[in-house]
């Protein structure tokens, strides 16, 4: 008897896939049943001959129906909320994440400063991961997965890759800013700072993350659920979904947050002691770029600290080391479905923290802008001899703004 997914909702994250698969089985005729039911229906189908059931109370155990995630996991939280909050978040997303993009990918070589190129790999990697919002809302909406095997592999890998992605790259920005603001005086600071952004960044984020995204190509498949409607989830194998489910839920929590975590404040806790006992002149740059830095890593951590406490507590619960409650479960399962949503925002919040209070951005932006008017206005067609003169005056000014 193989672990199933609850059908209700339809495709699921890999670390929440198997939640549901703690309340449900399948069995070999293809219908979906409860724990409770698919107990009840064994021990009566085993109690031949002693002439008591269920009903003649000599079971042993204390059986009380689950409550049931259908009785929490509404069809409005299903269909409209999630629906309504991943299109919101492909919005706000596409249009941040693609102007960071491209301003920071048209910003000339030599004008671009190490922090930028941390900023256009994390921004890239959220433009990369909103892209596929609107499969998610599409199938929440519809309960069915009509995108073909391949997208769900897709949409799996990418996800996988843009959560490692971006806490290894937000580990990099914090190591970054201990090496330009404790060692500025390190004769070898400015090399290693270099070495960092130019090559360690994509063998210490991106390399990881693709690497933990290849369960994504092993298990993450297509399959018929129930009333003719297709999963998109992981499937693992059917004698220890629970270990694999419990496995991946601490790997994400120690790979994902707990180790680049730990980077994080250390870097940043320096850096803060730095500042305070160094004189104020000459600090106020460092200091806002730290600001910046800092507010992009908070947020971070309070979209997804949820997330991660929620798929703590189950891989505790699949692991028998918390004891299994059905309504902790199900609570477990509506937690998880606003957790989620809440982590996806990150993807929509690093652009607005640039233009706020990113000072180096905002000139960068600026610049973009006057070069893409000026480009504009040379491509217009001379109607007076003058003409010439008032387009290179103006691109001229705007330049020097």
Not at 38 to 59: C, K, P, Q, R, W
Request: with cysteine; proline share 4%; net charge neutral.
């Amino acid at each position: 008897m193989c672990l199933w997914e609850e059908p209700q909702r339809r495709f699921k994250t890999p670390q929440t896939a198997a939640l549901d698969s703690l309340l449900w089985r399948k069995e070999p005729d293809g219908s979906i049943m409860s724990y409770y039911e698919h107990f009840v229906l064994d021990y009566d189908s085993n109690d031949t001959g002693s002439g008591s059931g269920l009903g003649s109370g000599e079971v042993g155990v204390d059986l009380e129906e689950p409550c049931g995630m259908e009785h929490l996991m509404t069809a409005e939280l299903q269909q409209v909320f999630l629906p309504v909050v991943y299109s919101l978040i492909f919005i706000l997303g596409i249009t941040g994440n693609g102007l960071v993009v491209l301003v920071l990918g048209c910003q000339r070589r030599s004008k671009c400063s190490l922090t930028d190129r941390y900023r256009l790999h994390l921004s890239a990697a959220d433009l990369l991961f909103v892209l596929a919002l609107p499969f998610w809302a599409v199938d929440a909406a519809l309960a069915d997965w009509r995108f073909g095997a391949a997208t769900c592999v897709g949409v799996h890998v990418i996800y996988t890759v843009n959560l490692y992605g971006s806490v290894l790259i937000l580990a990099f920005i914090s190591l970054d800013r201990y090496l330009a603001v404790v060692r500025a005086t390190d004769t070898n600071s400015g090399g290693l700072r270099q070495l960092l952004a130019h090559r360690l960044v994509y063998v210490g984020a991106w390399m990881p993350a693709g690497l933990l995204a290849v369960p994504d190509l092993i298990f993450a498949r297509t399959q018929e659920g129930g009333e003719g409607s297709t999963l998109c989830q992981r499937f693992y194998p059917d004698d220890n979904a629970p270990l694999w489910v419990a496995v991946f839920h601490l790997q994400l929590v120690l790979v994902g947050l707990v180790i680049p975590g730990l980077v994080l404040l250390v870097c940043y806790c320096v850096i803060v002691t730095r500042l305070t006992r160094g004189p104020l002149g000459g600090q106020r740059q460092k200091r806002r770029a730290v600001r910046t830095t800092i507010a992009l890593v908070l947020c971070f951590f309070i979209c997804w600290l949820p997330y991660g406490a929620g798929i703590s507590v189950d891989a505790l619960l699949r692991l028998e080391v918390l004891p299994r409650s059905c309504r902790l479960e199900a609570a477990l399962g509506v937690w998880l479905s606003v957790a989620e949503p809440m982590a996806f925002a990150h993807c929509c919040l690093n652009p607005l923290l640039y233009a706020f209070l990113g000072a180096g951005f905002k000139s960068s932006a600026r610049r973009a802008l006057t070069l893409s008017r000026a480009s504009s206005l040379k491509v217009l067609p001379r109607r007076r001899p003058g003409a010439s003169t008032t387009t290179e005056s103006e691109s001229s000014s705007l330049h020097s703004s």
